[in-house]
């Protein structure tokens, strides 16, 4: 399947209560979950930096991809931003293919 990063920002003040954000994450998790079954999630980061979450996922599809991109904006993200991703072995297989 075809793997994803999700980077989101999120408003200053949904970080201030950490019960909050725990229940919001659960929520969204849940949301997504219940709209991209097939969604399976392989990595949640917190950054420092200009997003606030990192999340490494596959998806079988982009369309799927935006699906959770979408959620996460409804669900009030300030931006969600779906980027695919290469692991590092495919993509020197493929440079290989390019340039022997």
Known sequence: MPHFVLMTRRAPESLSD????????????NKVKAACPDVKWLAHYALLG??????????????????????SRAEGALSAESWQALPYESFLK???KIVP
């Open 94 to 96: 493929q440079l290989e």
């Open 18 to 29: 950490a019960r909050g954000r725990r229940a919001m994450g659960k929520e969204w998790l």
């Open 50 to 71: 200009p997003y606030d979450f990192m999340d490494i996922y596959e998806a079988p599809d982009v369309e799927t991809a935006h699906r959770v991109s979408i959620i």
